[in-house]
């Protein structure tokens, strides 16, 4: 059983561009968080999705956009890249309409120069 | 604002030895306290969770320690191993589903 998959595993933009990373929950999950962990820091969370909604949001600008599609998989994008947005982004499944453990995926290393 | 925090940033222990790390929170709607542990270039993995309706649980080696009325909580690793050096993050949130904070990190380095 595959874990939660992400890709691409690194990234490289420069400023003002836009970027779209990829995540594929759990198996038997219906609920993907999306998650930015600075170097040396915890993760922050940026937003939930399941049914396709956008269920709960932290305190991310709108440049941070997301999708959620029918099979779960979900997309985050982010638009007008600055040179804070350097981070790993991590996505994390969980199951039952998200009441239970989130499982969290690789990440992704976008890297913005 | 960080809402739950860590410490200590980081730690030093010799084999066997029972590195603690601790958390505090603020928010009294918080029910579900997780850590995780994290090797470089990986996500964060789920160790141990914890509800505030019991004080203590045991996983194989970690123990979580709760203290409600403190709005405390703390991890102890048993007989600590040289391959338990990770980072160890705690977290809080208001169900296990929703949206997690996450402590700042504590490096654990466990010594031969």
């Known amino acids: 059983d595959a874990g939660v998959t992400q890709s691409p595993t690194h990234l490289i933009k420069t400023r003002g561009q836009q970027v779209t990373l990829r995540c594929s929950p759990k198996?038997?999950?219906?609920?993907v968080s999306w998650y930015q962990q600075a170097l040396g820091q915890g993760p922050q969370f940026i937003f939930q999705?399941?049914?396709?909604?956008?269920?709960q949001r932290g305190n991310f600008p709108d440049r941070f956009s997301g999708h959620q599609f029918p099979n779960y998989s979900s997309e985050l994008n982010v638009n007008a890249l600055l040179l804070g947005d350097s981070a790993l982004y991590l996505c994390?499944?969980?199951?039952?309409?998200?009441?239970?453990?989130?499982?969290f995926g690789p990440g992704t290393r976008l890297t913005v120069l | 604002q960080q809402q739950v925090k860590q410490s200590p940033q980081s730690l030093i222990v010799q084999k066997g030895g029972i590195p603690i790390i601790n958390c505090a929170y603020e928010?009294?709607?918080?029910?579900?306290f997780p850590w995780y542990q994290q090797f470089p270039g990986k996500g964060p993995a789920l160790l141990i969770a914890?509800?505030?309706?019991?004080s203590e649980k045991k996983e194989g080696r970690f123990t979580i320690s709760f203290n409600k009325s403190a709005k405390q909580f703390s991890l102890h690793i048993m007989d600590s191993q040289p391959g338990d050096s990770a980072t160890y993050f705690c977290?809080?949130?208001?169900?296990?589903?929703?949206?997690?904070?996450f402590g700042k990190g504590t490096s654990l380095l466990v010594t031969p």
């Open positions: 994390a499944s969980s199951a039952d309409r998200g009441l239970n453990e989130q499982f």
């Open positions: 198996s038997g999950h219906d609920t």
């Open positions: 999705y399941y049914e396709e909604e956008e269920r």
């Open positions: 928010n009294t709607a918080f029910d579900y």
């Open positions: 914890i509800r505030p309706d019991v």
């Open positions: 977290a809080a949130s208001r169900n296990s589903g929703y949206a997690l904070n």
